[in-house]
């Protein structure tokens, strides 16, 4: 048989073993994967001295959303391209139902709007803000039919009319449960955060430093740990988006060490700035809810991360653009929250392992081969036999220096600016198709294709 790729010579990340390890790729798959193959294909990669790894699921993204009074910068258009050109062949996008509105109903346009415009592949984590009198529960058996397996609740955004309360999160825990899906939350108290907003405001502190002081660590982990008080209780799943905090992190250490099957994602911008950022003058732009903590938190991070209880990295991608953050420069209320990160998080990980902050292996289980599990994506999340043919090759001699010129989204201003990555991506290819090249994008709007998710098994 003649392949339609063949990777070779690279040091290839597989899930139990990594080395020299060639691949081959045949209609879109991995067809092959050994050791020096000696195949003939249409096209083939001398990938020496080239680390090659699965593509990246960005599991938290937020496109085209309208928060904070405006829509995030990028599209689905933009932002699955700037997706691809930093690694990441997959994401799964987080549409917000809305009080009347059914799941089908909040899927559609999000849909239509994919199969126009994405770059790569995609699916919809569906956040529930009302119960619709009782029907959206009903829904979640439906949707998961049709590949939505897993749902959010906001434990925060009052005022927005996003957040789920106490009895909103027991029942989906136990619906998602039941229907074989993953509840996902945002957890941080939001009346402790009213409460110190009020304060400050009335005390006239109103720089992006308290957007962060109204929402520190014990916010967080007030909440996560109610979050993790009704998973465990119930024993249902659950996995808590952006973890930023020391202390709720270490409750989920705990919960997962008592065998419950608590799930934790975390952030690059949490793992590479701390709340020193709200001091900066450009503070402003780093405003994201949770916010980056104190520098025990970041360390915590790492520990938690190279000790595998870290599950995922996700970016949370939400950028605004600058004439938008800067409504709130004498108000921290009114900076919309969210920061770019899309294309930012697989050259930012790699490249700490590159440095031996971490491994290629954390990076890729946390970046691709957990996600894919997690959230269903049985096609996705490895160099295997049978699975989709999304690769990247890394270039680890390649030094690159974020810019937003030499990003490929909407935005223009990046919390990454500046950042130097010790290796850069060289190559992505989605489905066997080359899609990023030597920083150019060369894939195709529209052809990124949904991804039908399965049902959450358990651990
Ligand atoms: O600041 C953030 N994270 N904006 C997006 C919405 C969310 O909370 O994930
Ligand atoms: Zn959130
Ligand atoms: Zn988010």
Redesign the pocket.
């Known amino acids: 048989m003649k392949f339609d790729l063949l990777i070779k010579n690279g040091q290839t990340i597989l899930p139990n073993k990594s080395g020299k390890f060639d691949v081959a790729v045949k209609d879109g798959k991995i067809a092959l994967v050994g050791k020096k193959l000696d195949v003939e294909a249409e096209e083939v990669i001398d990938a020496t001295g080239k680390i090659v790894v699965p593509g990246a699921i960005d599991a938290?993204v937020?496109l085209a959303?309208p928060?904070?009074g405006t829509i995030?910068a990028d599209d689905y258009y933009t932002g699955t391209r700037a997706a691809v050109c930093g690694g990441t062949t997959t994401i799964i996008d987080?549409p917000c139902q809305r009080k009347g509105n059914s799941i089908a109903d909040t899927v559609k346009p999000r849909m239509e709007m994919c199969e126009k415009d994405a770059c790569c592949d995609y699916s919809f984590h569906v956040a529930i803000t009302n119960f619709n009198d009782g029907k959206i529960l009903e829904e979640l058996e439906e949707a998961c039919k049709s590949g939505i397996t897993s749902f959010k609740g906001?434990m925060?955004?009052k005022k927005e009319g996003m957040m789920v309360d106490d009895g909103m999160i027991y029942q989906l825990l136990l619906r998602c449960k039941e229907v074989g899906a993953m509840l996902n939350l945002?957890a941080e108290n939001p009346d402790i955060i009213d409460v110190l907003t009020k304060k400050f405001l009335k005390e006239g502190k109103t720089s992006a430093w308290y957007h962060y002081a109204s929402r520190p660590e014990f916010v967080a982990a007030e909440a996560d740990k109610r979050a993790i008080h009704w998973a465990t209780h119930l024993d249902a799943p659950v996995y808590i988006?952006?973890m930023s905090d020391k202390e709720g992190l270490e409750a989920v250490i705990e919960a997962k060490k008592r065998g419950f099957d608590v799930r934790v994602e975390t952030c690059p911008h949490y793992l590479e700035f701390t709340n020193e950022v709200f001091k900066r003058e450009n503070g402003i732009n780093f405003?994201?809810?949770?916010p980056m903590k104190g520098k025990d938190s970041q360390d915590a991070l790492w520990k938690a991360l190279n000790k595998g209880y870290i599950d995922t990295v996700a970016t949370?991608h939400?950028p605004f653009q600058q004439a938008e953050k800067l409504w709130g420069k004498d108000d921290f209320t009114k900076i919309?929250?969210?920061?770019a990160g899309i294309e930012n998080m697989y050259p930012y990980m790699l490249c700490k392992a590159n440095e031996g902050k971490t491994d290629y292996e954390t990076v890729v289980r946390v970046c691709s081969y957990n996600p894919a599990k997690i959230f269903g994506c049985k096609d996705k999340g490895s160099l295997e036999v049978g699975k989709d043919a999304d690769i990247v090759i890394f270039d680890p001699k390649k030094e690159f220096i974020v810019s937003v010129k030499n990003m490929h989204s909407n935005y223009d201003h990046t919390i990454w600016e500046g950042f130097k990555c010790n290796g850069y991506v060289e190559a992505t290819y989605l489905r066997g198709k080359l899609v990023f090249k030597d920083g150019e994008f060369v894939g195709e709007r529209g052809y990124g294709k949904f991804i039908k998710r399965e049902r959450y098994l358990g651990k």
């Open positions: 938290h937020h959303m928060f904070g995030s987080y906001y925060v955004y945002h988006v952006h405003v994201c809810s949770p949370d939400c919309p929250n969210g920061c």
